[in-house]
């Protein structure tokens, strides 16, 4: 930035930025641009932001509206500008001339329009000055030669005064202006302008010129709302994008488990792409939960349906979203594709992130806008959004509704701007369709490769492990019956196992009889021996005793016979 | 209207003059005005008011005066304004509608 150029701050949201502090200090600025498109409102935002926000006092030159009509015009954008005129802080200097009542005879200047000018900067003290539009002039004086002379010396009074000025103009047949008034203004020239493409209108801002100064050359839109003037430099300057290390969750946990590391990474740009009823805005409103619930801010952009809706069709899988936007955590934003130009949108969408500055923001889904406008367009639109959240560390969702099944080939243009790409599957197999989830893609995190089954419940969605079958990974019913065809099975071979064992213990229980029986028979044979042995001895010792008492009945013959 | 005001002559014009100091447009515009009111309008038939603006600036606002030097006729309505230093006679008579045949 040249030494030379001081800034000052207009309070234009995003025009700042784009102009890297504001316009030229002490120096005239010439906005230009065709009737309607802003220049007075410019203008206006630039007196009453300076004289509210940066304790400059300013004066409102108006050729055209009446001070009570531009007080009133400004009254519902929130400025105070009837206040700030109370307080002595903005000076409203109304001139009129009526051509008709007027007659021109000989020579002549204006230096009464300079000594009302000087009474009114010097009534509130003046830093800042809006003539509006000094091209009015011209209809109200013939004399050219004379009022180009006293416009050029305006210019030097505004210079030597150190005035920052806003000149307006009307937009002029190839030329900036009606009456050249670019001339006189060399330091900055901003042009809007007001375009109707396909019966959409969008208002665009371009930096024609800054002298000494770096700034944005493109063409940005800009909005007038609700709460005033909004520019958006919606092209990154850079491409310095910080990188973040964090991870973010899908609030699946399976889902953030299919990726090594748990989720996906903070800052990146995820794209979720399915037909019809594929689970794409329930995934979405998943993450958005997930983000609210670690005590984030999120920003939903929903293009079908309205924010109400969405928080009432989620409670139907048990997420509560409502909670998060009665608390401001979360922001949801619902606008038809075709209600603003892409530029417009984006200019929006950007304005609302930078306000609200969440950490996850959804857009939903990026398809419609294809109908909105075309194809290269659609994709310049949504590179400048991954741009601008990847420039501020934010997790970017996109849904995509693909309109034939796992589409690969439809989303390619998009496939490059994405980190991360999950595809949603919607398969028919066996007369019913079951919803599956892929993730095609993750840069720089290694992840599943599976294609998983997921189901939503009133508790929420959950992925279901992969089955592998005969014929590939099943779902559904299919997976159903192959699961009960195994417990079956299992069953069976239950039931196999107790028969076989049963069977055994019969055996064995008959085993263990026959040698019950066995062993009795012993027992028996035993008990017979026994006896017998008995019978025996009993016979031995009878025998034994009977021969000796016949011994003895022998000696005694014997001994009487020997002893004699 | 303004044609009988001016055969009976009970209406006098009105003028105001703007000035701002003594630059030589105003020098001029005045001595100019004096000169046309004298020549072709009676005694007592004319009234000139010469404001310096450079004296009571605010007069500028208040009366709406953008160029210098401004001459109105506040009377006979409607107010008509002529700017410059008045040096076509011809043309200011024309624009203060005094009728130069009598």
């Not at chain 1, 024609?208 to 609700?226: C, D, M, Q, S």
Request: glycine letters at 10%; a negative charge; proline letters at 3%.
């Amino acid at each position: 930035m040249a030494a030379g150029v001081q800034k000052v701050p207009t309070g234009i949201e995003g025009f700042d930025d784009l102009t890297l502090g504001g316009l030229p200090r002490g120096r005239p600025t010439l906005v230009c641009g065709s009737a309607g498109c802003g220049k007075t409102l410019f203008a206006s935002t630039f007196l009453a932001k300076g004289a509210r926000d940066h304790g400059e006092n300013g004066v409102f030159v108006s050729f055209e509206e009446r001070p009570d009509d531009i007080v009133d015009n400004v009254a519902s954008l929130g400025f105070g500008f009837d206040e700030l005129i109370a307080d002595g802080r903005i000076f409203i200097e109304h001139i009129t001339i009526n051509p008709a009542e007027l007659a021109e005879v000989g020579d002549y200047d204006l230096e009464a329009l300079f000594m009302r000018l000087e009474l009114a900067v010097e009534a509130v003290g003046a830093k800042r000055i809006v003539l509006d539009t000094i091209e009015s002039l011209f209809s109200a004086f013939t004399n050219v030669a004379v009022l180009r002379a006293e416009i050029r010396r305006l210019f030097d009074w505004l210079k030597e005064r150190g005035l920052t000025a806003v000149i307006t103009g009307e937009r002029g047949e190839g030329a900036l202006t009606r009456q050249g008034l670019e001339e006189y203004v060399s330091d900055c020239v901003v042009l809007l302008d007001h375009r109707v493409e396909n019966q959409v209108s969008t208002r665009r801002l371009r930096i024609v010129k800054y002298r000494g100064t770096a700034h944005g050359t493109n063409e940005y839109p800009f909005l007038i709302a609700a709460d005033g003037f909004s520019v958006l430099p919606v092209s990154a300057l850079g491409l310095g994008h910080m990188v973040h290390e964090g991870r973010i969750s899908s609030g699946i946990p399976d889902l953030d488990d299919m990726l090594t590391g748990g989720g996906f990474h903070r800052g990146s740009s995820i794209l979720l792409s399915g037909v019809a009823g594929s689970g794409k805005s329930s995934i979405a409103a998943s993450f958005l939960a997930a983000a609210c619930a670690a005590g984030e801010r999120a920003l939903y952009f929903s293009f079908e349906e309205s924010g109400a809706q969405t928080v009432r069709n989620m409670r139907s899988i048990g997420l509560d979203l409502g909670r998060y936007v009665e608390n401001g955590q979360l922001s949801m934003h619902a606008s038809r594709p075709t209600f603003y130009s892409l530029e417009m949108h984006l200019a929006i969408m950007l304005r609302d992130v930078a306000r609200m500055q969440p950490s996850l923001v959804v857009l939903d889904p990026i398809s419609a806008f294809l109908d909105a406008g075309d194809h290269r367009d659609v994709q310049a639109m949504l590179l400048r959004v991954i741009d601008y959240l990847k420039s501020h560390g934010i997790t970017g969702l996109f849904t995509h509704l693909s309109h034939e099944h796992g589409s690969v080939q439809t989303d390619a243009g998009l496939s490059s701007l994405m980190d991360a790409w999950v595809l949603l599957l919607n398969r028919e197999a066996n007369g019913e369709f079951n919803r599956e989830l892929y993730l095609l893609k993750a840069r720089g995190i290694s992840h599943s490769n599976q294609v998983r089954e997921f189901v939503m419940t009133d508790h929420g969605i959950s992925l279901i492990r992969p089955y592998l079958g005969e014929q590939g990974a099943l779902t559904g019913s299919a997976r159903r019956a192959e699961e009960a065809r195994l417990r079956r099975e299992q069953a069976q071979r239950r039931l196999d196992a107790e028969v076989v064992e049963q069977r055994l213990e019969q055996r064995r229980r008959r085993t263990l009889a026959q040698i019950d029986a066995l062993r009795a028979e012993l027992e028996a044979e035993e008990l017979e021996f026994r006896s017998v042995a008995e019978g025996r001895r009993r016979f031995d010792a009878q025998a034994q005793s009977d021969r000796l008492a016949m011994a003895k009945s022998r000696r005694a013959q014997a001994a009487d016979v020997g002893d004699e | 209207m303004s044609e009988t005001n001016e055969m009976n002559g009970a209406a006098p014009l009105r003028l105001t003059l703007y000035v701002a100091g003594q630059t030589p447009k105003s020098v001029a515009a005045i001595r100019n005005l004096e000169r046309i009111c004298g020549e072709h309008l009676g005694p007592g038939r004319y009234l000139i008011d010469v404001i310096d603006l450079r004296q009571s600036p605010h007069l500028a606002r208040e009366h709406n005066i953008v160029a210098i030097p401004t001459l109105v006729r506040q009377l006979p309505v409607p107010i008509q304004k002529i700017i410059g230093d008045l040096s076509d006679t011809q043309k200011v008579l024309v624009s203060l509608q005094i009728d130069t045949s009598r």
